[in-house]
């Protein structure tokens, strides 16, 4: 027991406290790691999300082609690699649908 230290061994201590934090260093990183993965699965969803309102707004427009609105949405969507997903719709139909009042996407 070394006198002025309450019984206490100053090289064990400044051990303990050292594994302490390499351990809390160590939990740190795992969390960087695992809401880095969670961030990317965010945003998968969130495309998929972009996607789906995207084809509703197609299907919805479908039916408006000669219209400069209807021709710019085929034509973005050939652009894009989708003019396969593009088909015609009768009028009204895909209107009916379409539900502006919610969003599916979770709040941020």
């Known amino acids: 027991m070394s006198e002025g230290t309450n019984g206490l061994d100053r090289d064990a201590a400044t051990s303990f ?14 969390r960087g790691s695992y809401m880095a993965r969670c961030r990317g699965i965010r945003e998968a969803i969130t495309g998929v999300y972009d996607d789906a309102k995207y084809e509703l707004l197609v299907e919805a427009v479908s039916g408006l082609e000669g219209t400069p609105l209807g021709d710019a949405a085929v034509e973005r969507d050939k652009r894009e690699g989708r003019g396969k997903r593009v088909r015609k719709a009768p009028v009204g139909s895909a209107l009916d649908k379409l539900d502006t009042a919610t969003d599916p996407r979770p709040a941020a």
């Open 17 to 30: 406290v050292d594994q302490i934090e390499r351990h809390m260093s160590d939990l740190l990183s795992e």
